[in-house]
């Protein structure tokens, strides 16, 4: 049983278009992370959610936008795709608490290809 | 906000050679260091970790090191196999985890 699954796994698409890639986690997690991974492999954090509520919003353009309907779930819809969004996504859950800080679960991860 | 650096960025050793990878990270609120390893086409996945109020911690032919002092903490992989190959990724976090650039180890039979 995957913990963290993200769909779809690869993604070819225009300049132009809007894409949304989901992800849900089947650990009981409060929290849920969307990361950036780029062609040289540096992982960035774009958002963080804790039961269902926005925490971290890095400096990521308005064209993405997470949308939590519930814990278990952090979708990623990105309007007006450009070249340089392609890149791989990975969406990870953790059980954060003010006394602990918690192993992130990654997803397999979505290739996102914008020609 | 906290600022990851990892070094090296790339390591080639031979079988059975050790692997050290080294870190540091600048904000001295950071409590928690973690160690991942993301094989090809695959999500990162924690091989170790280590807290701010331990030094050291092993876990077979890994081990990680921390020095809060001056901020820096370190992997260690002893005895490397062929499938030890990857990129290895550092972090440190208060609330959320950053990540340094990675390393490429490539162990060679």
């Known amino acids: 049983d995957t913990a963290v699954s993200q769909t779809p796994k690869y993604l070819v698409t225009q300049m132009g278009n809007d894409k949304s890639i989901k992800c849900e986690q089947n650990l009981g997690h409060d929290t849920m992370y969307w990361y950036k991974q780029d062609s040289k492999k540096f992982l960035k954090i774009m958002f963080s959610y804790n039961n269902k509520e926005l925490i971290i919003n890095e400096t990521v353009p308005n064209r993405f936008s997470p949308k939590s309907p519930d814990k278990a779930h952090l979708n990623l819809h990105i309007n007006s795709l450009e070249l340089g969004d392609s890149a791989v996504y990975f969406c990870a859950s953790s059980q954060v608490s003010p006394s602990n800080t918690g192993e992130l679960f990654f997803g397999e991860g979505s290739r996102l290809t914008v020609l | 906000g906290e600022n990851v650096e990892q070094h090296p960025s790339t390591l080639s050793v031979q079988e059975g050679d050790s692997a050290v990878i080294k870190c540091t990270y600048s904000?001295?609120?950071?409590?928690?260091f973690p160690w991942y390893k993301q094989e090809l086409g695959k999500g990162p996945q924690l091989i170790i970790d280590i807290r701010s109020n331990v030094g050291e911690k092993k876990d077979q032919r890994i081990a990680v090191t921390l020095n809060k002092t001056a901020k820096h903490f370190s992997l260690h992989i002893t005895e490397t196999q062929p499938e030890d190959s990857a990129v290895y990724f550092c972090a440190a976090t208060i609330w959320d985890m950053r990540f340094g650039a990675g390393t490429r180890l490539t162990v060679k039979p």
């Open positions: 904000d001295s609120a950071s409590n928690y």
